[in-house]
């Protein structure tokens, strides 16, 4: 088993380069089925969910070659098979855009139920009801989502989401490519990695427009080209960055970074005492000599304050001058690291699984703990990295999953983290 060791106490200081999005490159790695060409595909993370997304492409006949640990060349025109069997895809939560992917493809798809973090219930009632708007038939086993499209015409249509779900607006933007007609999404997510996917697939001779909106359309084309695309940086992971120069006292510039995706997390930032510079493609995050300020904060879709940065944010909080509160408002799990952190000294009470009040303490104290979900993973790596003393943390495998080289970028900013097998 692999831990984090952690020395803390050290201001991390110096600039960073941020990955491609790992929720951006996995939709996009799916999309590639959507075209018999060739693709490359440049800035993907070589993080566990990629490799996972990759090999799975593998299984179903694709070749796959990485160019560097960055840059992949695919060919998905071999596919023969709509089922995916993969033991390590129900890792992961992304494993669903194998389901639009071949549905769009080839009208059917058999895809294990997807895992990934359990930070709630995360239903799968939109990506049904989008595919059953195109067509499909979709059955959800105990096991499968099983999707047919190939008893009726697929066409495309008007669906309106009850919810904001940004894995089902990409899936059924995946579906309707290349169904004939014109598909409305009315609701659609607009976060950035769901414009990352539309930028793909038009680049490839897509019809998608209204992208980053509330109303997604798409008209289908009969078939897609090859092409090279790059993937934008990644949002969450400048973010953590970001937070760890405010609760490490420290001075980070996230490099390779769109500056508009971050506006949430540099508000917030500014709030709390750190001063921000930013440029067209950095960000330069300014700690406070002293204390953090206390403030409130509430998840909401992009462009609100995103939930994959709540862990972190609360991790600063704690110590914050004063009495803050953190509403969660996309998942209804999403505070199982607050135990951990209580026992570095946190000061933290949860309630109704919703909202995280927060009394601020003048510092933590090294503690072992264990990583409950990649996000919350890295929150508690940064509470380490403020805290007195050391920390050994496990379950980092959670943390890998969607940070890459993590504490080889964190020793660059002069942290004490070592990798080790124990
Ligand atoms: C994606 C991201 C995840 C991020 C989340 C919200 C990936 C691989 N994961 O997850 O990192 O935290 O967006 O920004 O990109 N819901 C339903 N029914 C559905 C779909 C969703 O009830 O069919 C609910 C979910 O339970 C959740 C909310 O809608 O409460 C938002 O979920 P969604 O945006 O779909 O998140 P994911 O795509 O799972």
């Not at 060349?73 to 855009?97: H, L, M, Q």
């Not at 921000?276 to 300014?286: A, F, G, K, L, T």
Request: proline share 4%; with cysteine.
């Amino acid at each position: 088993m692999n831990i984090y060791r952690i020395r803390g106490g050290e201001a991390l200081k110096g600039e960073v380069d941020i990955s491609g999005a790992k929720n951006a490159a996995l939709p996009i790695l799916a999309a590639t089925i959507l075209t018999d060409e060739t693709i490359t595909l440049e800035n993907v993370p070589k993080v566990n969910d990629t490799v996972i997304m990759v090999e799975t492409l593998e299984k179903l006949g694709s070749s796959v070659e990485y160019l560097d640990d960055n840059t992949l060349r695919i060919n998905t025109s071999a596919i023969d098979k709509y089922e995916v069997k993969n033991p390590n895809i129900k890792k992961i939560r992304a494993s669903y855009y194998f389901a639009g992917a071949l549905l769009g493809r080839y009208r059917q798809a058999v895809v294990p139920l997807p895992g990934g973090c359990n930070i709630g219930g995360r239903g799968l009632d939109m990506h049904e009801k989008g595919f059953e708007a195109l067509g499909a038939s979709v059955k959800i086993t105990a096991s499968d989502i099983v999707v047919d499209g190939t008893e009726a015409e697929l066409s495309g249509t008007r669906i309106y989401m009850d919810k904001v779900s940004v894995g089902a607006t990409i899936n059924i933007m995946l579906a309707a490519v290349l169904t004939p007609g014109k598909t409305i999404i009315e609701g659609a997510a607009k976060e950035p990695h769901v414009v990352d996917v539309a930028n793909f697939i038009n680049g490839i001779g897509g019809h998608i427009s209204g992208a980053g909106t509330d109303r997604i359309r798409i008209t289908g084309v009969q078939s897609l080209r090859g092409g090279t695309y790059a993937v934008i940086p990644d949002q969450i992971e400048a973010g953590t960055f970001m937070m760890a120069a405010a609760i490490t006292h420290g001075d980070i510039t996230v490099k390779n970074v769109i500056p508009t995706h971050l506006e949430s997390i540099s508000s917030k930032l500014k709030e709390i005492g750190c001063k921000i510079q930013e440029s067209d493609d950095w960000v330069r995050v300014i700690g406070p000599a002293g204390r953090l300020k206390r403030t409130q904060v509430k998840t909401l879709p992009y462009p609100g304050f995103p939930t994959d940065m709540q862990p972190q944010i609360s991790v600063a909080l704690g110590l914050a001058d004063g009495i803050s509160t953190v509403v969660e408002s996309i998942f209804d799990n999403r505070f199982m690291y607050v135990n951990e952190l209580k026992k570095m000294g946190c000061n933290i009470t949860v309630d109704e699984s919703t909202t995280a009040y927060i009394d601020g303490v003048e510092y933590y104290q090294g503690a072992n703990m264990t990583s409950p979900d990649l996000r919350a993973g890295a929150a508690l790596v940064l509470a380490a990295l403020a805290a007195k003393g050391g920390s050994d943390i496990d379950g980092i495998e959670y943390i890998e999953r969607g940070y890459e080289n993590f504490d080889k970028k964190l020793r660059q900013l002069g942290a004490d983290i070592q990798k080790m097998e124990v």
